[in-house]
């Protein structure tokens, strides 16, 4: 679905991420990012795996987040590592004999260096063993943090597409550090993958009880995860339940577009990597970030324009931005950088980190309208 902007948009140069990917891990070039296949529909009955590509799961909120989905109706699989914990010096020791994985490439860890869950080979077994495992239908993380990157060179890349050919795709899920793979996914598989509350995240399974904001919050993510992931019927009025309402407009228009983006500096750190999603030519580009200072957020932002990344863009999408600073420093960060694209720009979308969490999915047609100040998914795409 092309773009349809406010204005025309700049021609696009070519920059970093419109190199073609070479052969990589697994021996598989990029499918055609412009039609993806969208992910099939949960059913009450259905089986799903829980992950943990990057960093260390509490047990306890793993434990509420599978409980969770056993209310959805789903039968729940965990994979073999995801409660492993490992600090990252040592993560990549997986292949080692028995003496030299048991000693720390530092010596041995110190409190407060950063932890990991387990090591990338294995973190990168169980997501390809589930997401290969003919009797999974979605493959879902239990959090972020950090070590999604490190898991894109392990995987085998032809046996994970392997699963998306005949029937409907298989769902990834997640957000944060899972960007890095759903950019991967999105570019090496061709598939939609969504993005939204992890399973042992807070605020997947700590909502309060019912009259306070934070529980209608809580009632609200699962809600609107269910509405995405499982599907729903589309109201008289056109709505489908996927609907998501931002709180304030930089740039006035609307746009249509498949959906792309996700965790800011994560897109940064694929820049100029096999990984890099494709340029957001015709797309509608979602944005989210947590603890990044406005001066951080701008660098970040020169850094896609200068790649051309923006290039042609339909539309901005702006998510939730907690610990960024000043919300009025960082509006102004957006206008300055992203208002000359002269397309559409929406903010305060409850989508990303913090304690509103709505789900997307990334890669399916959207249209984003800044006088109704909505983001919806819309019918149509490859199934």
């Given amino acids: 679905m092309s773009g349809v902007s406010r204005t025309g948009r700049r021609p696009g140069r070519r920059g970093a991420s419109d190199r073609p990917l070479d052969s990589g891990a697994g021996g598989l070039s990029e499918t055609d990012p412009d039609r993806p296949r969208r992910f099939g529909r949960l059913a009450p009955g259905d089986r799903v795996a829980v992950v943990a590509p990057s960093g260390p799961v509490d047990p306890v909120r793993l434990e509420k987040g599978r409980g969770i989905l056993r ?22 020791l997986a292949d080692a004999g028995p003496a030299e994985a048991g000693s720390s490439t530092a010596g041995a860890a110190r409190k407060g260096w950063q932890r990991i869950a387990g090591a990338d080979a294995h973190r990168a077994a169980d997501l390809t063993a589930a997401w290969c495992d003919p009797g999974v239908r979605a493959v879902l993380c239990a959090r972020g943090g950090y070590g999604a990157t490190r898991v894109l060179d392990h995987l085998d890349w032809d046996r994970l597409a392997a699963p998306s050919g005949g029937t409907a795709p298989k769902i990834l899920h997640g957000s944060s550090d899972i960007t ?128 051309g990344w923006f290039d042609g863009a339909a539309g901005i999408a702006l998510g939730a931005w907690p610990g960024c600073g000043d919300p009025a420093e960082l509006d102004a ?22 304690p509103r969490q709505l789900t997307l999915e990334l890669g399916a047609p959207y249209r984003l309208d800044t006088h109704a100040r909505t983001l919806d998914a819309q019918p149509g795409g490859v199934r």
């Fill in 180 to 307: 890095a793979l759903h950019m991967a996914f999105g570019r090496r598989l061709g598939v939609t993958t969504s993005f939204g509350p992890m399973v042992a995240s807070e605020l997947f399974t700590e909502g309060t009880d019912g009259g306070t904001a934070d529980g209608d919050w809580h009632r609200r993510s699962l809600e609107h995860f269910r509405a995405v992931l499982f599907g729903s019927e589309t109201a008289a009025d056109g709505r489908t339940g996927t609907e998501i309402t931002g709180t304030r407009v930089l740039c006035e228009g609307t746009a249509e577009g498949p959906l792309t983006g996700g965790t800011l500096s994560l897109l940064a750190a694929l820049m100029g990597t096999p990984y890099a999603p494709p340029p957001a030519t015709g797309r509608i580009v979602f944005l989210e970030d947590v603890a990044e200072a406005p001066y951080r957020v701008d660098r970040m932002l020169t850094q896609l324009l200068q790649a």
């Fill in 333 to 354: 960060v957006f206008a300055g950088r992203l208002g000359p694209l002269g397309v559409p720009i929406l903010a305060g979308l409850p989508v990303g980190h913090g």
């Fill in 71 to 92: 209310e959805l109706g789903l039968r729940v699989t965990v994979a073999e590592h995801v409660l492993a914990d490992t600090a990252l010096a040592d993560a990549g």
